[in-house]
């Protein structure tokens, strides 16, 4: 692989400027491809991860369309340098970013900026224009001009259909879309551009102090959708929250949809990993039910 990645490089046009690949070296990969650091002659180094081509090319416009917006002096979003193809497999490169464990504000004030700005000059719709993935599953291509109509059927209903699979029973679920969508609807947020999958995993500190977004599965919708996913899993500190909030607070009653919100996150786990995320999801159904009906 080390081989065919190196040959794929230095064919590329113009791609290393002159210089040549002298190290090749595995720096890891997650359930969707690997990761590899490509040293150069000149002492500078790129990041390349490969994938099959669908994921890359989702990758890349959302990485493409978050570097749009962003503020760089507080949030750097890599720059694609190119998508090459590798086998059966494409490898996405980039420049080689030194990460720090540093103080979270700037990434917290980062995001928030880019979340405000693209409200400002986005869509004013909700959604996104390509078919993507979440992780590995899928994150379906659609328009809605409503908030709630966005999330519960681009996002929650292709979720839960797939949950049948596992014994999710449409009953448990098919009664709650449209109180869900009424709900968010009164909400009535501005569309966003966001990154979609902020887990702690997509975002770090650089050694310089910026803050730095990766993995994105982007699309326009309610900027509490990154906030939300932040709790998740853990991995955000008090100064990332506390970046945010000096740049755009949220709005009251966002930490009441937080849960629902995550739902889609955890149905996604649920329907790739199974486990005790499917009984997360069951409950978060349950609750639900009980509120709502």
Request: net charge negative; hydrophobic share 40%.
């Amino acid at each position: 692989m080390r081989d065919q990645l190196q040959q794929a490089l230095a064919k590329a046009p113009g791609l290393l400027q002159g210089q040549r690949v002298v190290g090749v070296r595995s720096v890891g990969g997650g359930s969707v491809g690997s990761s590899w650091q490509v040293s150069l002659s000149d002492g500078e180094a790129l990041f390349v991860k490969m994938a099959c081509a669908a994921n890359l090319q989702a990758e890349q416009a959302g990485l493409q369309a978050l570097r749009q917006w962003a503020d760089l002096s507080l949030l750097e979003v890599p720059q694609v340098l190119g998508c090459l193809p590798l086998g059966e497999q494409s490898a996405l490169v980039m420049a080689w970013w030194d990460l720090s464990s540093g103080d979270q504000f700037s990434l917290g004030q980062g995001l928030a900026r880019l979340h405000r700005a693209s409200s400002a000059g986005g869509p004013g719709r909700f959604g996104w224009d390509q078919d993507g993935f979440i992780g590995l599953g899928p994150q379906p291509s659609g328009w809605r001009d409503s908030w709630g109509e966005a999330f519960t059927q681009l996002r929650l209903h292709p979720q839960l259909c797939l949950a049948r699979q596992w014994g999710l029973d449409a009953q448990d679920w098919e009664p709650l879309l449209q109180p869900i969508a009424e709900g968010l609807n009164r909400h009535a947020p501005e569309p966003c551009l966001v990154h979609g999958d902020l887990w702690a995993g997509n975002a770090s500190v650089l050694a310089d102090g910026r803050g730095l977004l990766i993995d994105p599965a982007s699309w326009w919708a309610d900027r509490e959708v990154d906030l939300a996913m932040t709790q998740l899993f853990g991995g955000f500190s008090h100064r990332f929250v506390a970046g945010y909030s000096s740049e755009w607070p949220l709005p009251a009653g966002a930490e009441q949809r937080t849960e629902l919100l995550n739902l889609y996150h955890l149905l996604n786990h649920a329907n790739l990993f199974g486990g005790g995320y499917q009984q997360q999801s069951r409950r978060i159904l349950k609750d639900l039910r009980l509120m709502l009906l």
